[in-house]
């Protein structure tokens, strides 16, 4: 099942609201939330198993877009021919919460030929998609990092708060059902982005 950021228990008591009337709209409004921020971060949050091919630049350095890093499995090198080379387990290391991985020199000066061009040992190639991970990645429960979930609670109630304003009708689809809340679209996404900038990842900003 996928994670949730929130519950519809957790808004109603951090906002103080009692009555059941709101339920079915909370309810909803967490899933128009929850992928709202998605889409801003860039981000799935649950914890899974992913096969990522990812962009090099000619550093020693590529990211992954989904964080936390529990396992890293494998990474490869992936050729313009199809081929793939996998790098010995002892030849980088990773940032759990940055998603950055980093090459290390296992021994100095050129290694290889790969079509022509030489390639250095602590660099990755500078293509495109040059580079497979093989990972698992992100929370098991919210309760994993709380300030993302007050973070969707906060998302969850401004748009709430917002249908009793007069502003322009918004409606979103959600797949069998549809929410409708009164706000400017623009301003929901500036909200979000504000209040999720930490857990953009840097994948997605360098975009």
């Known amino acids: 099942m996928a994670l949730t950021l929130t519950t519809k228990e957790n808004v109603k008591a951090h906002a103080d609201i009692s009555v059941t009337t709101h339920d079915t709209e909370i309810d909803r409004l967490i899933l128009v939330a929850q992928e709202e921020i998605q889409q801003i971060t860039g981000r799935q949050f649950d914890s899974a198993a992913r096969t990522q091919d990812v962009d090099g630049h000619g550093t020693r350095e590529v990211i992954v877009p989904e964080t936390p890093i529990t396992t890293l499995t494998s ?18 290391t990773f940032g759990k919460h940055t998603g950055i991985i ?10 290889g030929y790969e079509f022509g061009s030489d390639i250095d040992a602590a660099t990755f190639p500078n293509r495109a998609n040059s580079v497979r991970v093989v990972y698992t990645a992100g929370y098991s429960a919210i309760s994993d990092d709380p300030a993302l979930e007050q973070a969707c609670i906060d998302v969850v ?10 502003r322009t009708v918004v409606s979103e689809n959600l797949g069998s059902g549809s929410v409708t809340y009164n706000q400017d679209s623009d301003e929901v996404e500036e909200f979000v982005q504000r209040r999720v900038r930490r857990w953009i990842s840097r994948a997605q900003r360098e975009d």
Do not use: C, K, N
Not at 102 to 111: M, Q
């Open 75 to 92: 990474v490869s090198i992936l050729f313009p021919d199809g081929t793939t080379s996998a790098l010995s387990s002892t030849g980088y």
């Open 102 to 111: 980093t090459r290390v020199v296992e021994r100095p000066g050129i290694i």
């Open 157 to 166: 109630l401004y748009m709430f708060r917002a249908r009793h304003q007069d």
